[in-house]
C-alpha cells in the first residue's frame, strides 16, 4: 500500500510550560537514547540531497527559470540577493531528483512570501514519480496559513514511492499581481 503525500504544518501553538513538582531533579523517565527522532527534520537521518537560494546564477535542482521566475533584489530577497518569483498560475519545477532508493521520505524546507493575494488564493507543491502523475503534497491558503509582505517558513513532506521525482511549485492567484516569492530551498530525503 502507499501512503498519500502530505502538507507538513510549519507552526503550531506554543506548549505551556510544564512544571516539575518533584524535588527529584536527577529522575529521568526517558533515556535520550531511546527516543525515536526519524520523523524530525533535525535528526541526522535526514540528508540534504540539493538547496539552493538561486545565488550567482545557480538555480540548484529547478530548470528553465529563465529572467520570468529568478529576480535579483538583495532589499526584496529573505537572504543574499536572489529569489524565486512565481507569478498568478504560474508554475517552477525540478529536473528528476535521482538515486532515492536509499530514503522514504522527501521533504522541501523553504522560505515564502507572498504579495497581493486574497483571501484564498494559495500556492501548492505537487511531485511526480517517473511514469505517473503529479500529484498534490500540500497546499498554503493566504488568511487561513499564511499573511501577504512577510517571510514564512514552509514544510512540504512526501514518501518516496520510486527511484526519482520531480517536484513543482504552483501559484493559484486569481490576478496577474498575485505572486509568491521563495528562497533557501533545502530538498532531503530520510535515510530508511
Not at 47 to 65: A, C, H, K, R, S
Not at 109 to 129: H, L, M, Q
Request: aromatic content about 10%.
Amino acid at each position: 500500500t502507499t501512503s498519500s503525500p502530505t502538507k507538513v504544518p510549519t507552526a503550531s501553538p506554543t506548549p505551556e510550560p510544564v512544571v516539575d513538582d518533584d524535588d527529584d531533579a536527577d529522575d529521568d523517565d526517558v533515556d535520550d537514547d531511546d527516543v525515536d527522532n526519524d520523523d524530525d527534520a533535525t535528526s541526522p537521518n535526514w540528508i540534504v540531497l540539493d538547496e539552493t537560494g538561486f545565488e550567482n546564477d545557480t538555480t540548484g535542482p529547478f530548470t528553465n527559470l529563465g529572467n520570468k521566475h529568478k529576480q535579483n533584489n538583495p532589499n526584496a530577497s529573505y537572504e543574499g540577493s536572489s529569489f524565486l518569483r512565481i507569478k498568478k498560475t504560474g508554475k517552477a519545477k525540478t529536473d528528476w531528483i535521482h538515486d532515492l532508493s536509499e530514503y522514504s521520505k522527501f521533504e522541501v524546507k523553504f522560505w515564502f512570501k507572498a504579495t497581493n493575494t486574497e483571501d484564498g488564493d494559495a500556492f501548492s507543491a505537487e511531485v511526480k514519480f517517473r511514469g505517473g502523475a503529479w500529484t498534490n503534497v500540500g497546499t498554503y491558503t493566504s488568511g487561513t496559513d499564511f499573511d501577504n509582505n512577510s517571510w514564512q517558513e514552509g514544510r512540504f513532506e512526501s514518501p518516496i514511492l520510486q527511484n526519482r521525482l520531480k517536484f513543482r511549485f504552483i501559484m493559484n492567484g486569481d490576478q496577474g499581481n498575485d505572486r509568491v516569492d521563495i528562497d533557501n530551498v533545502v530538498m532531503s530525503g530520510l535515510l530508511l
